[in-house]
């Protein structure tokens, strides 16, 4: 297969760019060993600097560096940091985590376990700022208390333990993402405060450096059966880069054993190829733009991770990979905090901006570093973003070059990932005016997959129109083999036909086919047939969808034509939707800020009320989705149906 070039990515000219996107197979992004080739653990010794010289960031003893930050995010975090002092550190006895196999419930424990790590963040950072000794105690209680923990992650990920689900193994410790995140934490703790540690007890970071080693260095190393690394062939997803980007933190600030330091390296290295390999040419994310921020986001923070440690030698923000993984946040950009959100991404993506901002910068990428900018300003971050110190450093350190940045959304016109096989137009370039189209086709084994073969989002003016509802709280049934029985995962709630009751199914097989796109001044265009998603029982013969952004006519229109391998009694196309539904005529439907105009005599129109009761969605969506249902009675064997939409016009 011919490699895609960039211009395939994106296009911002007029002249026409068309291709087809069969879905490319895991590992034609680049050669194996990407990373890890050119560097053996021999190599490495040489390269990276001894863990007594590495000085990533300033520790508390520096205290011109420390007061030197500006004077609003010392005042901020010192007063979060006090307002922790003397508090009760929130037990997590057996039955709190017993609580998952019990109810499903996972926010319970995991609720209980973020006030501890926050807390315990947060006193570490204000301790820096301030120098005066004042937090030291409540930082002892909370590492000590951290350390007495049997288990650092969440129950939800014990079923990777041989003892599965229930109450943790103390034997077998396993490295799930907050037990890597723990770890984390706790080594920045003994990087960043370790000499007023000392002067409490010597003990406190001996057990930091134990705890560390026994549940995430030694088995990290040790052990290749974590699915996460993606060895002996298994997908992997954001697990690999987020849990790499802990172990490597640890292991460059803690491991003592030079050689076995450098040997972690090698393996991080060898695991980060593993999650490229996984990727296409064009750096899509078939997690969506919501996990970005924990894939190619915590490959990001590796790399910065390797090049600090190395003084620059370790550098690959030159392979075009690692760039275009990058740009993808923005080519998925819609308007202010919306994003193209396919798979269980939300609608609504809080960007790490000052990440967003550096990465751009490490690739030079203006549109980056400006939606990153953006995205801060907007969310008013200033003082580093909470919940992870690892990320909290760089942003506190770069805030005096970040508030200076030039702020604005790229609004890209046109967007086309070919491996994912994910579009998007709008009308003009920098304008969130009239109408956005974003589709997908791909297949329906994605990471956090729903069946959604064929699904599109329509914005109107920045605002959601018709959308992809996105996911609920996980519970247990999130990732179990009753994934699909929850509302959220099925076609039947994305914008897609249902032929008599029967809907997509999950699987590698149920994918699009003969998938093309193309792009001009005058439209953007994405065609597929989607018959391949729907088990046999749905009687497809094909089911061609073309979705069309029409940039003369500035409206969007949605062309079905099917055939059945036998006669159906119903078929219905549903269309999801936050907006109030009126009908306002045959074979229209008014929503406010657009028309849904289709053919009355072919379709009858009715439409559901869903109440939002899950707190994760109503943060999206209110508390309330519309579910509009076109069905036809009895249809024929083979026709074709036209929808547009129609953007109300609005003054300036």
């Keep these: 297969m011919p490699k895609s070039t960039r211009r395939q990515f994106v296009t911002h000219s007029g002249a026409m760019m068309a291709a087809s996107a069969a879905p490319l197979p895991a590992g034609m992004a680049g050669a194996a060993n990407l990373l890890s080739g050119a560097y053996t653990p021999a ?251 924990r894939a190619g986001g915590s490959l990001f923070d590796c790399l910065e991770l390797l090049h600090s440690a190395s003084r620059g030698a370790l550098d690959f923000y030159q392979v075009p990979l690692v760039q275009e993984i990058g740009r993808y946040i923005y080519r998925v950009h819609i308007k202010d905090n919306y994003f193209i959100n396919f798979a269980d991404a939300s609608a609504r993506v809080n960007l790490w901006g000052d990440l967003v901002f550096r990465y751009g910068q490490r690739v030079g990428d203006r549109r980056m570093e400006a939606l990153g900018a953006f995205s801060a300003a907007r969310q008013r971050e200033g003082f580093g973003r909470a919940g992870s110190i690892g990320r909290q450093l760089p942003a506190l350190f770069n805030l005096a070059v970040f508030r200076k940045a030039p702020a604005s959304e790229p609004l890209l016109r046109d967007a086309w990932l070919p491996g994912i096989q994910v579009m998007a137009a709008r009308l003009k370039e920098g304008s969130a005016e009239g109408l956005y189209l974003a589709a997908q086709g791909g297949h329906n084994a994605e990471s956090h997959n729903h069946n959604d073969v064929g699904n599109f989002v329509v914005y109107a003016g920045g605002k959601p129109l018709f959308i992809d509802v996105g996911v609920e709280t996980y519970t247990a049934k999130t990732f179990s083999s009753q994934r699909y029985e929850i509302w959220t995962m099925q076609s039947a709630y994305h914008n897609l036909p249902t032929i008599d009751g029967v809907m997509q199914r999950a699987g590698r097989e149920y994918a699009a086919s003969e998938v093309a796109y193309r792009s001009d001044d005058r439209a953007a265009e994405f065609s597929l047939n989607i018959a391949r998603a729907y088990p046999p029982e749905a009687g497809l013969d094909f089911w061609k969808r073309t979705l069309r952004l029409d940039r003369v006519k500035k409206q969007v229109e949605v062309l079905d034509s099917y055939a059945l391998k036998k006669p159906a009694a119903k078929i219905t196309l549903s269309l999801m939707t936050p907006l109030k539904v009126v009908q306002s005529g045959s074979g229209e439907l008014d929503l406010g800020i657009a028309r849904l105009l289709y053919d009355g005599r072919a379709l009858a129109a009715t439409t559901e009320e869903i109440r939002v009761e899950d707190g994760r969605l109503r943060s999206v969506w209110g508390d309330r989705l519309y579910r509009i249902q076109l069905t036809a009675e009895r249809p024929p064997v083979r026709s074709a149906w036209t929808l547009r939409i129609v953007a109300e016009e609005r003054s300036s």
């Design 43 to 293: 190599r490495l010794a040489a390269i990276l600097l001894p863990r007594e010289q590495w000085r990533p960031f300033p520790a508390a003893a520096d205290r011109a560096a420390w007061e030197g930050l500006p004077p609003d995010a010392r005042t901020a975090l010192i007063d979060s940091g006090a307002r922790q002092l003397n508090s009760e550190w929130p037990p997590l006895p057996a039955t709190l985590l017993l609580g998952y196999v019990r109810t499903g419930n996972r926010s319970n424990y995991e609720r209980v376990r973020g006030v501890r790590r926050d807390r315990l963040r947060e006193l570490v950072i204000a301790e820096c700022l301030e120098g005066q000794g004042r937090f030291v105690d409540d930082i002892v209680n909370g590492a000590w208390t951290t350390c007495e923990e049997t288990f650092w992650g969440v129950p939800a990920h014990l079923s990777m333990q041989k003892a599965g689900s229930g109450l943790p193994d103390a034997a077998e410790p396993i490295v799930d993402l907050f037990a890597a995140e723990t770890a984390s934490l706790l080594a920045w703790t003994d990087y960043l405060v370790g000499p007023q540690l000392d002067k409490v007890s010597r003990l406190i970071r001996e057990r930091i450096r134990l705890e560390v080693d026994r549940r995430i260095l030694t088995p990290s190393l040790e052990r290749d059966d974590f699915s996460w690394m993606g060895f002996a062939g298994r997908q992997v997803n954001n697990w690999n880069p987020w849990i790499s980007s802990n172990w490597l933190t640890s292991a460059l600030l803690l491991e003592r054993d030079g050689k076995r330091r450098c040997a972690a390296v090698h393996k991080i290295l060898r695991v980060l190829d593993n999650f490229l390999g996984s990727y296409h040419e064009d750096g899509g994310c078939d997690e969506g733009p919501g996990y970005w921020d």
